[in-house]
């Protein structure tokens, strides 16, 4: 089943805003900026879930024998089951792996570094999950719910990265989060529009990223790829293990500082997402909190609900579009149609002066 369709059968589902923002077209001297909107997806404020559910329906299908699982196969396979879900997060996703257990009668386990927000904290609690705050940086946390599932029999582990040997539900992940782009393409079409000239994307482990890429760099049935524009990247300055790892042209891991940008901040990109990315993107950029900040308020203004995380695209748009030559060298043209994916509201990611 594609994860569409799976999609459209939860509770609530409806596709989140495409955000036409003329003023800031006219800023970056394109034709069109349009944003993804996902401040509001399936009662979370953030696209995660999409991944997640996705994902454990899949994982809990094959389980219990179910070809095409939904919320009332999945709720009747578990009751009466040992199933317990675990996830390391940063926030968004332990949040929406608690919140679709909850959905299903499950019970999860979401671990977590000691400096993520006390908002995000008590929204992953607030969906019924036992939490366990692990001292150390991101990578850090997913060894420790890695280890800890591997000698629980019940345990389900749902993690939105990859590793020798842990492929099948990261994957899953990444195909849930197809329903964004398919999304995405079905709106620019009402507008009459084609595919984007310019998609930017954030980056944390990337298995968005390689979805997104992975979407607009299909094969054809002619088995040839598809030109879906130029695909660019942004990251944490504090945490861009991308752009380290293109430089070296292999995966490192490199050590993350503090940021607002907080679900951005890992130091691994994931294995699944690496070639994909290698060999997908056009470019990738890092930019600071200030200018992620920026872009926060500045989206604001225009309408539009962005975290760090998701308004770190409009910063990156106005990195690579305002250095001399960049706009030449991606060939972008007058009228270009430019798509920032925001991967959330201010809720679930807030700025500093959000949090006092």
């Known amino acids: 089943m594609p994860a569409i369709d799976f999609h459209r ?5 409806a596709p989140t805003p495409l955000r036409d923002v003329p003023s800031l077209a006219a800023e970056l001297r394109v034709g069109r900026v349009l944003v993804k909107e996902e401040a509001s ?4 404020p953030a696209f995660k879930v999409l991944g997640a559910s996705y994902a454990i329906a899949r994982a809990l299908g094959e389980r219990f024998g179910l070809t095409a699982p939904t919320l ?8 009466g089951s040992a199933v317990r879900l675990y996830a390391a997060t940063d926030g968004n996703h332990g949040r929406a792996v608690a919140h679709v257990a909850a959905l299903i009668g499950a019970v999860a386990t979401v671990y ?44 389900v582990l749902v993690q939105d990265t990859s590793w020798p040997g842990y492929t099948d539900i990261p994957q899953w992940i990444v195909d849930g989060y197809a329903t964004l782009c398919v999304e995405a393409d079905q709106q620019l079409g009402a507008l009459g529009l084609g595919a984007p000239d310019l998609v930017v994307v954030p980056v944390g482990v990337g298995s968005f990223a390689q979805a997104v890429v992975s ?55 994931s294995a699944l997402a690496w070639p994909v990315l290698r060999d997908g993107l056009d470019g990738a950029v890092t930019v600071s909190d200030d200018q992620a900040a920026a872009a926060v308020d500045d989206l604001a203004r225009h309408g539009v609900d962005a975290g760090p995380c998701g308004a770190a695209t409009l910063a990156a748009a106005r990195l690579v579009l ?17 798509l920032l994916l925001s991967t959330e509201g201010r809720a679930a990611n807030p700025v500093p002066q959000d949090r006092v």
Do not use: F
Request: with cysteine; charged share 25%; aromatic share 4%.
């Open 9 to 13: 059968t939860l509770p609530g589902y």
């Open 41 to 44: 997806r399936l009662g979370l």
């Open 72 to 79: 009332d196969t999945l709720r009747d396979a578990v009751r």
């Open 112 to 155: 977590y570094p000691p400096d993520i927000t006390e908002a995000a904290k008590k929204a992953i609690a607030a969906e019924g999950a036992e939490p366990v705050e692990v001292d150390g940086e991101y990578d850090d946390v997913v060894a420790r719910a890695a280890a800890d599932a591997a000698a629980d029999p019940s345990a």
């Open 215 to 269: 979407h607009y760099r299909a094969l054809g049935a002619d088995g040839e790829r598809a030109d879906g524009g130029t695909l660019l990247a942004v990251e944490p300055d504090r945490a861009a293990g991308l752009v380290a790892s293109l430089r070296a042209g292999r995966p490192v891991t490199v050590p993350t500082g503090e940021t607002i940008m907080t679900g951005l901040r890992c130091g691994t990109v």
């Open 322 to 338: 305002g250095q001399p030559g960049w706009r030449e060298a991606i060939g972008l043209r007058p009228d270009a149609v430019v």
